[in-house]
C-alpha cells in the first residue's frame, strides 16, 4: 500500500514548510486550517473566515500566504493587518517559524509602541511580507517609508477588533493603497454591523465564506459557568477560587481600569501572584506585565477589555468576569481566551442575582448552556 501523505501535504502544503511545522509540534491540522488552506491554495477569490483565537488560524493564513510569495521578488507581496502589536508580533514570529526550511522570505513587523524611525529603517531592506497594526502602518504610509503598490494578498485579522478600536478609517485607506490586490482574507470572531459594511466595501460579492465549529460563535471546549455574588463579596469568592487553582493560570476581566487596579491591590494583599493590565500603563510597563505572565512568574493576570486586545497566551485554564461586559461579541472574545489548541478550559461569570437575565441572553444569543458553579469548600 502507498503510504499516506503527511496531513499538511495532503491540504497543499509543501515539504519545506511542513518541516518548519514540525518543528513546531504541529502535525496535525485544525479544522480551520483544514478548510481554510485548500481553498486559499486552489482559489483566487476573497475569503470570510468566522472563527476565534486559539483556532490555529495564523497557519491556516499564513502558510497559504507565504506559498504564494515570490521570494525573487523583492517588493512587499504580503500584508497582514492586525489589531494590536502583541499579535503583530505573534504572527511575524510565526511566519518566521514557517520559513525555516524554505528559501529565505523575509517579513517586517511594524507597529505602535517600537521606535518608528528603527522601523523605516528596516524597511528600507528587501520584505516580502508586512505584518502591521493600523495606526503605525499610516504613519509609515505618510512618511513614504513604504509602498503597498505591489501587494497581491491582504489579510485582515481579527477584523471586529480593529473596527471596535476605531480603526475604520484607516482599514478603508490602506486597502484603497493596494491596487493590485488579487484577494482578501478576513477573519473575525464575530460579525457586527460595521464588519458587513467593511465586506461589503472592499470584498467581492463571490467572497467565499467559512465558518468554523458549525455555526457555533464561541468555542465548544469551553465550560460556561455562573455564580450568584454580591458586589461586596466578590472580591474574596475571586481570592477562594484561585488559591484553590494550584498551577492553573488565567484571566480575570473587569469593566473599569480602577476595578482592575483595586482587585489587583486587594488580592495580592492577600497574598496572591497577580497582576494587571490597563489603559493607563506604558507600553514599556505593558510589555514587563505581559512578559511575566507569559514566563509565568505572575500566575493571575487581572485586564479590561481594551487592554486585554491581541493577548494570546497558551495554556489558561479558566477566564473570570468579574462584571459581565454589555457588549455580546466582548464575552465571545474574553471567553476565547481559554480552552484554545484543542484544551479545555471555565469561562465563569459573576453575577447579581437582579442579572439572572444576561445569563438566559448569553444563551440564546451565542446558543451555549451555562451552568451554576459550586464552589469547593476548604476543609
Not at 33 to 47: H, N, W
Not at 363 to 369: G, I, M, N, P, Q
Amino acid at each position: 500500500m502507498p503510504d499516506t501523505p503527511h496531513p499538511f501535504a495532503a491540504l497543499g502544503i509543501p515539504p519545506e514548510m511542513i518541516r518548519g511545522l514540525e518543528d513546531l509540534g504541529i502535525t496535525t491540522p485544525t479544522e480551520v486550517q483544514e478548510k481554510v488552506i485548500p481553498f486559499l491554495l486552489r482559489d483566487g477569490s476573497d475569503l470570510i473566515a468566522q472563527a476565534q483565537t486559539g483556532t490555529g488560524k495564523t497557519a491556516a493564513f499564513g502558510l497559504p500566504l507565504l506559498t504564494k510569495i515570490n521570494p525573487k521578488h523583492r517588493d512587499i507581496q504580503g500584508l497582514v493587518i492586525a489589531p494590536t502589536r502583541e499579535l503583530a508580533k505573534q504572527i511575524g514570529k510565526q511566519l518566521f517559524r514557517f520559513t525555516k526550511y524554505t528559501e529565505k522570505m523575509f517579513v517586517e513587523v511594524v507597529s505602535g509602541g517600537d521606535n518608528i524611525d528603527r522601523q523605516v529603517e528596516a524597511l528600507q531592506r528587501p520584505t516580502h511580507i508586512v505584518v502591521a497594526t493600523p495606526g503605525r502602518l499610516i504613519d509609515l504610509l505618510q512618511r513614504d517609508a513604504l509602498t503597498l503598490e505591489n501587494v497581491q494578498y491582504v489579510v485582515l485579522d481579527e477584523a471586529d477588533e480593529m473596527l471596535s478600536m476605531g480603526f475604520k478609517k484607516e482599514l478603508n485607506e490602506i486597502l484603497r493603497l493596494t491596487p493590485k490586490r488579487q484577494s482578501t482574507w478576513l477573519f473575525s470572531a464575530t460579525f457586527p454591523e460595521a464588519i458587513n459594511a467593511l465586506i461589503k466595501g472592499c470584498m467581492s460579492p463571490g467572497a467565499r465564506t467559512i465558518q468554523i465549529d458549525h455555526g457555533h460563535v464561541v468555542n465548544r471546549d469551553i465550560d460556561h459557568r455562573y455564580i450568584f455574588c454580591d458586589r461586596s463579596n466578590k472580591t474574596e469568592f475571586i481570592a477562594e477560587f484561585l488559591q484553590q487553582q494550584q498551577e492553573n493560570r488565567g484571566l480575570i476581566f473587569c469593566r473599569t481600569k480602577a476595578g482592575a487596579v483595586t482587585l489587583c491591590r486587594e488580592l495580592s494583599e492577600l497574598g496572591l501572584q497577580v497582576d494587571v493590565i490597563q489603559g493607563d500603563l506604558m507600553q514599556k510597563e505593558r510589555d514587563k506585565v505581559m512578559r511575566a505572565f507569559k514566563k509565568q512568574r505572575v500566575q493571575f493576570l487581572i485586564a479590561t477589555d481594551v487592554a486585554a486586545r491581541g493577548i494570546d497566551v497558551e495554556g489558561l485554564s479558566f477566564v473570570i468576569h468579574h462584571q459581565l461586559p454589555d457588549q455580546l461579541e466582548y464575552y465571545t472574545h474574553r471567553s476565547g481566551r481559554t480552552a484554545r489548541a484543542g484544551r479545555k478550559g471555565m469561562s465563569l461569570a459573576l453575577i447579581e442575582p437582579k442579572e439572572k437575565w444576561k445569563i438566559a441572553h448569553l444563551e440564546t444569543r451565542l446558543r451555549v448552556a451555562f451552568n451554576e458553579y459550586v464552589p469547593k469548600r476548604s476543609r
